[in-house]
């Protein structure tokens, strides 16, 4: 009888020990894609802000009123965009990056441009041009100093939060 048992306690061991290798293998897996999931929301945010700086590059004094009111209403877009990205990394990161600061600043940004844009549209001749050249160069800016690739180290959000910055004499 004991022989009986103990083949069955040693099968079932060995299949708890199988299963224990399997879930923490399962479970690394599942960590580096929470980390390239990650990545890739860092990725497109990345992308929308690098969008918006070749818009607002699209964008001449030297344009028609009608085509700068165009362009204008397609940064506005992108502006959205980047909002919108960013609420995606902000929902799917650990908050180590304390993005909320960031998240309130590229609301005010919106807030900021729109009546730029109405402006541009409603009074075709008296852009304020000046602040637009102000809100290109800041935006090239922060594109320019963001982080190229997400890691999650305390250096990165150093260096996130460094370029982040960069928004706030737009806003202020």
């Not at 708890?16 to 990650?38: R, T, W």
């Not at 699209?58 to 397609?74: G, K, L, S």
């Amino acid at each position: 009888m004991s022989k009986k048992y103990s083949k069955t306690v040693a099968f079932v061991v060995v299949f708890f020990v199988l299963l224990s290798i399997f879930l923490l293998f399962n479970n690394g897996g599942f960590n580096n894609k929470s980390k390239n999931k990650v990545s890739s929301y860092y990725a497109s945010f990345i992308s929308s802000v690098q969008s918006l700086d070749l818009a607002l590059a699209q964008i001449d004094e030297d344009q028609e009123p009608d085509e700068i009111a165009v362009r204008m209403f397609d940064v506005y877009t992108y502006i959205n965009f980047v909002n919108d990205r960013l609420d995606l990394l902000i929902d799917n990161t650990d908050n180590s990056l304390e993005l909320d600061t960031l998240k309130n600043d590229l609301s005010l940004l919106k807030n900021y441009y729109e009546p730029l844009v109405r402006k541009q549209i409603s009074n075709k001749d008296e852009s304020n041009l000046q602040a637009h050249n102000e809100f290109k160069k800041q935006i090239h800016l922060f594109n320019e100093a963001l982080p190229k690739e997400f890691k999650n180290t305390k250096d990165f959000a150093q260096d996130f939060n460094k370029a982040a910055k960069h928004i706030k004499p737009i806003i202020n």
